[in-house]
């Protein structure tokens, strides 16, 4: 079974290997993540993260709570550097809620009898089974990949400035962070695969380190004067199109 839908600005695709798999399933998974769009979005002026950042919600949600307990998680452990709170600007915790919600909804597959399937979330992906294989992308060239992974039952999430510019800020400086082009970080959920690939992209360079050294998780990263770097036990083959260093 295979479905594509646009969810919170990006497509997101599950394939399902499982034969006889319920649909309704799938729906369920969709019905989920647009419900997460709907109630987490700082786009949105009627949201929960909204109505909380002009104070008219005086007690947020538990999975709310459960989001914002994460994000404080983060900005200790950076120094600051992850912050979802930076001045001028309004509560935004995308960075957590995109890995956060695509996880759940693999839990909710899994639930479901789901034991072989690949959740892919605009590039940020949680394959159960296995193994499957996932590139990650040059930061550099659209078509070309910089590596490629044989993942079972793990996550893998990219932070990089190719999509959107310098969008990530280090919350220390206030400034975009620019010490990297992209850093991949491979995880036993998505949920701290994309948080730690975010963070650690706006802590900059020293981000790297940081994010090999907590456990369970695996880097490559490609800094801004093109050099690779990669923890030892990271799963990934190198390619003809790898950036040398």
Not at 1 to 24: K, N, T, Y
Not at 58 to 74: F, G, I, K
Request: aromatic letters at 6%; proline letters at 6%; a negative charge.
């Amino acid at each position: 079974m295979r479905r594509v839908e646009h969810v919170m600005g990006f497509p997101v695709s599950v394939r399902i290997d499982d034969e006889g798999f319920p649909e309704a399933a799938v729906d369920g998974l969709f019905v989920w993540l647009h419900e997460v769009d709907a109630r987490f979005s700082p786009f949105r002026p009627d949201s929960e993260v909204s109505r909380l950042d002009r104070g008219e919600v005086s007690e947020p949600s538990p999975a709310l709570r459960e989001v914002l307990d994460l994000c404080e998680e983060y900005r200790v452990a950076t120094g600051g550097a992850f912050d979802v709170r930076l001045p001028g600007r309004g509560l935004d915790p995308c960075a957590v809620v995109k890995g956060w919600s695509v996880q759940k909804g693999a839990e909710l597959l899994a639930a479901a009898g789901a034991r072989r399937f690949c959740l892919n979330a605009g590039g940020d992906v949680v394959a159960a089974g296995g193994p499957w294989r996932v590139g990650v992308r040059h930061p550099e060239h659209t078509d070309r990949l910089c590596t490629v992974l044989d993942l079972t039952d793990r996550a893998v999430a990219t932070s990089a400035r190719y999509e959107r510019g310098d969008h990530i800020i280090d919350g220390r400086t206030g400034r975009p962070a620019t010490g990297l082009l992209s850093l991949t970080v491979v995880a036993p959920t998505l949920t701290e695969a994309d948080t730690v690939a975010t963070a650690a992209f706006a802590m900059g360079a020293e981000g790297v380190a940081w994010a090999a050294a907590r456990e369970n998780c695996e880097v490559f990263a490609v800094d801004a004067g093109r050099r690779v770097l990669r923890s030892p036990g990271f799963p990934g083959e190198r390619t003809a199109t790898q950036p040398t260093g």
